[in-house]
Structure formats: C-alpha cells, structure tokens
C-alpha cells in the first residue's frame, strides 16, 4: 500500500526580466517540493529565455522531511540544466542553512551560491554578478 501525502510547505515564485524570485514557507515535504518544481517550469516554459540570476528568500522556511532531499535534487538540477548560474539566499540563520542547502546543491557545482542576512546583500552579490 502507498500512501499519498498532502503537499506540505508554501512557497511564492515570480520572474522579472532577468531574476527569478522564489520566497520559502513552512516546512516541505516531498510532495511539496515536486508541487513547486511543477509550477516553477511550467512558469519558466512560458518564458522567452530563463533569468540566470535567482534570489531566494528560505527566512520562513522551516526545513523539510528527509524525503524531500530527491524531489529538491531534481529542482536543482533542472535549474542548473536550464542555465541558472547564480543562486542568493536570504536567511535569518546563515550556516546551518548554508549546511543544508550545499549538501542539495553538490551535483552542481557550476551554479555558484551566496548565503546572506539580508535582501539588500543578496540583491548586491547578484547585481555583481551580471556585470
């Protein structure tokens, strides 16, 4: 017997002309991360060419359950294969996040990260980054 689970976890996704915006909620469980992979390509399918810049807001993100680990590898990699190449995180709690999320992010070493406290660091990192 299977069981199916709800998707736990809520997150906000929106793309400007050459940045995406993800914004992290609540606790994800595998059903929650495939949700969002979901909606994010389809978001990305739609568009003409795919932002290489991401800022990500994980400050409400209250981890995930270790099922989710696969579902959050597939993302990356579909990310990392859609030529995002710079990934900024905004979080309250910088290097237990940063543990957890370069653990997801292993099999990509070409998407370069940076871990920061606040939305203005993070915007500046990838404004440096364009140039």
């Known amino acids: 017997m299977t069981d199916i689970l709800d998707a736990h976890g809520v997150f ?3 793309v400007d002309r050459d940045m995406t915006h993800l914004k992290l909620d609540g606790s994800f469980n ?3 991360v495939r949700a969002m992979h979901e909606y ?4 990305l399918k739609a568009l003409p060419t795919i932002p290489n810049l991401a800022l990500v807001d ?6 995930s359950t270790p099922d989710s680990a696969p579902a959050t590898r597939a993302l990356h990699r579909k990310m990392s294969e859609s030529g995002l190449a710079y990934v900024a995180y905004i979080t309250d709690n910088v290097e237990i996040r940063r543990v957890i999320l370069e653990e997801l992010w292993d099999q990509h070493p070409n998407v370069c990260r940076g871990y920061f406290k606040s939305r203005a660091q ?6 440096k980054q364009k140039n």
């Open 58 to 63: 994980v400050t409400g993100w209250t981890l």
């Open 40 to 43: 994010i390509v389809a978001c």
């Open 122 to 127: 993070a915007k500046k990192w990838l404004a």
């Open 30 to 32: 595998a059903e929650g």
């Open 12 to 14: 906000e996704f929106t």
